[in-house]
């Protein structure tokens, strides 16, 4: 893979195709861990290693064994269930062997197994590159398209904590207190990626 | 259980707890199927389809299945039923199939659903989990029919594909993209605060989060650890 199309893949999907702010998915942890930095990018962390992990592991599975065996109806149950096993996993292993990780990280990864983001982007994987080309360098591809969903979704975390530290002393109307007032702004923040729409295509097109 | 409390179960999920509005549940399906009514109206069903199959079953289920690995069982249920409500639509809707995307496999990690079976389910029997899940997602349907609505007369000047005759020609259509949908979501919250919940709004946290079962509260140990660190 070039260097161009490994750029191309991952800004497209930072601030293009970005998975909160664009995509919708996600949104829990968006909105239920960006109240503070430092948990905004510990989470994002685990997000991103979890998501390359899931890609790596459920991309070949759905090339290897789900498709020649004609069961790529199974992909939900299977992709749900190695995603589950395989945050169980990383959760024993870094406690064994990495306790440091395991500390900053640990309490990040459970909540992670029923992040939709992490489904989303394996079956988006499977969905726009299965096929296209040898195995070799799709899968490639799916995992640079996941660490730019990963590196998309760290960045709208931590750009809305900053916001969200700022909102947290205003004075909104009564209704609009809490879950209200921090739509509304993350709205606004989305708007501002729309300002990114064409760069990319110009830049590497 | 009197009659009275099994209708209370039924309407429960419709305002008091509205599964979207109120226990700010789902969201990522909220703000990415909403954009034209019918796809809600999609959504909403196959979301109801999914939380009425998995409540019974795990409500049928509740006594046979070991309370430790409770949650992996859920969730093989919920992805088994996630997955026939997929075929059904591939078959005979395929237009809804083709619109919903990627959000349709994604019922799977819908916290409603999750959320449902380990709150109300695994405690109560399966008539009542059955009238918890068609209020509840009834609800879930309502909502985001709503906000469809509002989305796609304001932000396209269409109505289930009907055109409506002055807004056609100044639609908004902002409204239909990313940052309407978080906007109209904002709003809808804070006009049910302000007519349906007398109370302020809680804080989204670890007490509205049915992943909260699975990570033990750590969320709440991790909050308190960040403002420690601050």
């Known amino acids: ?205 | 259980m009197s009659e009275k409390s099994k209708v209370g179960i039924l309407t429960n999920g419709i305002i008091k707890e509205n599964p979207v509005l109120v226990l700010v549940l789902g969201t990522c399906p909220t703000l990415a199927t909403t954009t034209q009514a019918s796809n809600a109206f999609g959504m909403g069903a196959a979301a109801t389809a999914v939380l009425l199959c998995s409540n019974i079953f795990v409500s049928i289920l509740r006594k046979t299945i070991p309370d430790k690995v409770r949650i992996p069982c859920y969730i093989v249920l919920i992805a088994s039923f996630v997955t026939i409500v997929q075929m059904v639509l591939h078959a005979f809707a395929y237009s809804v199939y083709d619109a919903l995307g990627l959000f349709l496999p994604l019922i799977v990690v819908n916290c409603i659903i999750l959320g449902r079976a380990e709150a109300f389910a695994n405690k109560n029997s399966v008539v009542d989990s059955a009238l918890d899940a068609i209020g509840m997602g009834i609800g879930f349907t309502l909502t985001l029919f709503c906000m469809a609505s509002i989305r796609e007369i304001f932000g396209n000047g269409t109505w289930f594909g009907m055109e409506i005759p002055v807004l056609k020609d100044n639609h908004i259509s902002i409204l239909t993209m990313a940052p309407g949908g978080f906007f109209v979501f904002g709003c809808l919250i804070a006009a049910v605060n302000k007519f349906f919940v007398n109370k302020p709004k809680k804080e989204f946290g670890c007490e509205g989060c049915p992943a909260a079962a699975a990570c033990g509260g750590r969320n709440a140990a991790l909050e308190a650890k960040g403002a420690v660190a601050q």
């Open chain 1, 1 to 205: 893979m070039s260097i161009k199309l490994f750029f191309s893949i991952v800004l497209t999907a930072i601030f293009i195709e970005n998975y909160v702010l664009q995509q919708f998915l996600g949104i829990c942890p968006f909105l239920g861990v960006s109240k503070k930095l430092d948990s905004a990018v510990g989470m994002s962390a685990a997000v991103i290693f979890v998501m390359l992990l899931a890609t790596a592991v459920t991309y070949p599975i759905q090339n290897f064994v789900l498709n020649p065996n004609g069961l790529g109806y199974m992909q939900t149950i299977v992709f749900i269930l190695v995603i589950a096993a395989l945050v169980q996993l990383v959760e024993i292993v870094l406690k064994r062997y990495i306790p440091s990780l395991h500390a900053s990280l640990g309490v990040y990864l459970p909540l992670i197994t029923t992040n939709c983001a992490i489904l989303g982007v394996c079956i988006d994987n499977v969905d726009s590159y299965m096929g296209t080309a040898a195995f070799g360098s799709t899968f490639a591809q799916a995992l640079t398209y996941s660490l730019g969903a990963g590196l998309g979704f760290m960045m709208a975390m931590v750009l809305f904590a900053g916001v969200r530290g700022r909102i947290e002393d205003n004075d909104a109307p009564a209704s609009f207190k809490g879950m209200p007032i921090t739509l509304v702004s993350a709205a606004i923040l989305s708007v501002a990626f729309f300002g990114f729409t064409g760069v990319i295509d110009n830049i590497f097109g």
